[in-house]
């Protein structure tokens, strides 16, 4: 029993030890950096995603490239066909005007007489006939009279039918029947059949004919012309699409890395404090006569916990206030006495870090509408971040001005500035310049985003400009309201 003691008692102390390196773990030595690995493994370890983000993305992008090119293709095509519909419409429309003005000079050149009881029709020279022949200028077919039962009367150009077949004033018609021993040629004409009247009587019908061989091979052009641009048009839409895709994924894709990062940071922030916790309670679990150490203990799972509510209240503070404030928060308030309430609690943590803080406003009220609470947030952020990141025996300045059309809030400070490649990332969500400060001084790397957060929820903006080694400046501006 005595040994069986003695090996409980080694294998405790050498618990407690691995227990007090994991609580200390952001100490740099070679034990921290192997301790809390294998303490916190009792944590859950995140799983990697079924589909890496590359793919996932390329087939999103080619997903919006097809759509893309699938709707505005469609969208040409249709464009397409309805362009050659109005273009074949009005050639046709002109043609038979110009066909229409010819087949009237031809009957208004017509002699017509009432002989043997029936109307005789004695056609004169035309500009397009020559006697009972078509003028070789004439690009006519045919012309041919017919009486009032439908019966042929006469005919110049190719033969005709004995009988008028019933027809629409304008018909189109192909040849495909040998004319006077000839070989069919399958050539396109537009006829026009008109009636003849004569005193407003009815004396008989004037049908003419002239090909359309003009038409078509215009139209054989546009035909060409499409046939070759609308798939050159619909690559160069697919190449188009393609690209937008890939400019319309850019914001989701950084959204996406930046939840990534917020997850990793999140996770990581959260397993360093719970693996504390749990070392401190194993270590108070455990049979001891110090109270003294039990109760350090217990005072690091409280701190611990404490850290970790502010934490967990930052992260649901970032996920609530999205977007502009609802106008019914804000208040009327006077800038400068919101400032000033904060003076004294800045002044004091200032002079515990050995800073010096200069607090500059002037003497005017600075009225504008806010949720006090919320900027009284924001200033006290960039103010403790300033402290944080400033030398013993450094300066803080916090200033509040005013421009025509806004309220400056300046904090300056002559610290360890930022270096240039950092400046475009510091108000990104857990992002700390330095690492090691940073979690020396309880940092999460979210003050900024709030700030950033709640300034611009106030439809303000916040920008910083630093020189390293010489200091920072964070400048906010709110819009006055008059």
């Known amino acids: 029993m005595g040994r069986l003691g003695e090996q409980r008692k080694k294998r405790g102390s050498f618990e407690l030890k691995q227990l007090l390196i994991v609580s200390n773990g952001d100490r740099s030595s070679p034990a921290s950096s192997t301790s809390p690995a294998s303490s916190a493994s009792c944590l859950p370890t995140p799983t990697p995603h079924a589909l890496s983000p590359p793919s996932m993305f390329t087939r999103s992008r080619r997903n919006l490239a097809y759509w893309f090119a699938l709707s505005m293709g469609g969208i040409l095509v249709l464009f397409t066909g309805v362009s050659y519909y109005l273009s074949v419409e ?28 029936q109307w005789q029709i004695e056609p004169e020279d035309a500009p397009w006939m020559n006697g009972d022949r078509l003028s070789r200028s004439s690009e006519l ?105 890939g ?73 609530r206030q999205e977007g502009p404030l609802d106008p019914t928060r804000l208040q009327r308030i006077d800038l400068v006495v919101l400032v000033r309430s904060l003076i004294d609690d800045q002044t004091a943590q200032a002079q515990a870090q050995g800073l010096t803080f200069t607090p500059q406003l002037p003497e005017q009220a600075v009225a504008l509408n806010a949720d006090p609470d919320l900027l009284r947030q924001a200033v006290t952020n960039l103010l403790s971040n300033a402290f944080k990141y400033t030398l013993p025996g450094g300066n803080v300045q916090l200033r509040l001005s005013t421009t025509a059309r806004y309220a400056v809030i300046q904090v300056q400070d002559n610290g360890i500035g930022i270096p240039a490649a950092d400046l475009p990332h510091i108000f990104e969500r857990f992002y700390r310049v330095d690492t090691a400060r940073s979690r020396q001084t309880g940092g999460f790397g979210l003050g900024l985003a709030i700030a950033q957060q709640i300034i611009e929820a106030h439809r303000g903006r916040i920008t910083t400009t630093s020189t390293l080694g010489k200091g920072s400046t964070i400048q906010i501006e709110l819009p006055l309201r008059g």
């Open 141 to 245: 077919v045919y012309v041919r009279w017919y009486d009032t039962k439908g019966f042929l009367v006469r005919f110049i150009g190719l033969s005709a039918p004995l009988r008028l077949a019933p027809a629409p004033e304008f018909q189109t018609i192909v040849l495909v029947e040998p004319q006077n021993g000839a070989q069919p040629t399958g050539q396109w004409l537009r006829q026009v059949t008109l009636p003849l009247l004569q005193n407003q009587q009815l004396v008989g019908y004037l049908q003419v004919a002239e090909p359309l061989t003009a038409i078509r091979e215009s139209l054989e052009r546009v035909r060409l012309f499409l046939a070759l641009g609308v798939p050159l048009t619909l690559g160069l839409i697919g190449v188009t699409g393609w690209f937008l895709g």
């Open 90 to 117: 009005g050639q046709l429309h002109a043609f038979d005007q110009a066909l229409y003005k010819k087949s009237k000079a031809i009957a208004a050149g017509a002699t017509i007489r009432f002989q043997q009881g």
């Open 247 to 319: 400019v319309a994924i850019q914001p989701t894709r950084r959204a996406y890395d930046q939840l990534q990062r917020f997850t990793a940071d999140a996770s990581h922030e959260l397993r360093a404090p719970l693996a504390a916790v749990l070392s401190n309670a194993q270590v108070g679990l455990m049979a001891s006569e110090d109270t003294a150490q039990q109760r350090l203990r217990l005072e690091k799972i409280v701190e611990t916990a404490k850290s970790m509510s502010t934490l967990i209240g930052n992260l649901l503070f970032l996920s």
